[in-house]
């Protein structure tokens, strides 16, 4: 407000219009100004703030740290070889003639059947094929062959092997076996005998007929072969170097301690075998091979 002398003396005045009163409604409208800039510019800066508290987009790549290793004793790592590959069956990697290949063939079918006698022959002529034919699997052929010889024997007692005789008075199993060139426990065995005491006048026997065994050991391959009048009967494993020099011997009555003496280790149930079968003054042959 502002008072002024008037017309009619002194007025008042509602809206003075001066310099003074003009330079004050700019410095207001200067503090408005102000205020405003001071405002705006805070809302700047939360606005910045809060963008940069945002998940960065899924397509833009993350910084990932870089870790620098730590300096350990334990050896580098070294990727294990593969695995060997898995062995082929024994021969069949072999182009056998077609004669072996027939003859394996008539083996298998003869096993599947039972046929022990055509199984016998079967592996006899596969032996004897000359060459290179079937040498990989000629030591499995002679163990399988002497299981059958062995079934041939004792269960088929077998006729060019074993003959029937008939007890007369003053007979004993003894002198049955000794007088036919055997021994006493092949015969007890051929007949399921518990022992050599029951005997009775007119019984019949199985014995073996003067069978001409000879053992062939190979000081070398470590094995026994074991032939029956000339032929090849069955196979055994020697199983510790054999001390016994290279030569010919003459087998005794007892032969499981005689192999022992000579320093020919076989297992216990081979030594027995070999001791049933095989009669005194029998033939031994030690090989170097």
């Known amino acids: ?103 394996l063939l008539k083996l298998e079918k003869a096993e599947a059947a039972h046929d022990v006698e055509l199984a016998v022959s079967t592996i006899e002529q596969l032996r004897a094929l000359p060459g290179e034919a079937v040498a990989d699997l000629d030591n499995s052929l002679a163990r399988r062959l002497g299981e059958l010889n062995i079934r041939r024997l004792f269960v088929g007692r077998n006729r060019q092997w074993v003959k029937e005789v008939e007890v007369r008075r003053g007979d004993s199993a003894t002198r049955i076996a000794f007088e036919n060139g055997s021994t006493l426990a092949s015969l007890l065995k051929l007949n399921e005998l518990p022992s050599a005491d029951r005997l009775r006048v007119g019984q019949k026997l199985n014995v073996m007929d003067h069978p001409r065994f000879t053992i062939v050991v190979h000081r070398v391959a470590k094995y026994a072969d074991l032939t029956l009048k000339g032929k090849f009967f069955k196979r055994y494993d020697i199983i510790a170097p054999v001390r016994a020099e290279a030569g010919n011997y003459e087998t005794p009555a007892k032969l499981r301690a005689f192999l022992a003496e000579k320093g020919i280790a076989l297992s216990p149930a081979d030594s027995a075998e070999l001791d049933m079968l095989v009669p005194a003054k029998s033939s031994l042959l030690v090989s170097d091979l």
């Open 1 to 103: 407000m502002a008072f002024a002398q008037g017309k009619f003396g002194i007025e008042y005045n509602a809206n003075p219009i001066d310099e003074e009163s003009s330079g004050a409604g700019w410095l207001v409208v200067v503090i408005a100004l102000a205020a405003i800039a001071v405002l705006a510019a805070a809302g700047v800066r939360r606005l910045v703030s809060s963008a940069s508290d945002e998940p960065p987009p899924i397509d833009a790549p993350v910084a990932v740290p870089t870790v620098t290793p730590v300096a350990t004793n334990a050896p580098p790592y070294v990727e294990p070889p593969p695995p060997p590959p898995t062995p082929l069956p024994p021969g069949a990697e072999r182009n056998r003639p077609r004669v072996a290949k027939n003859l």
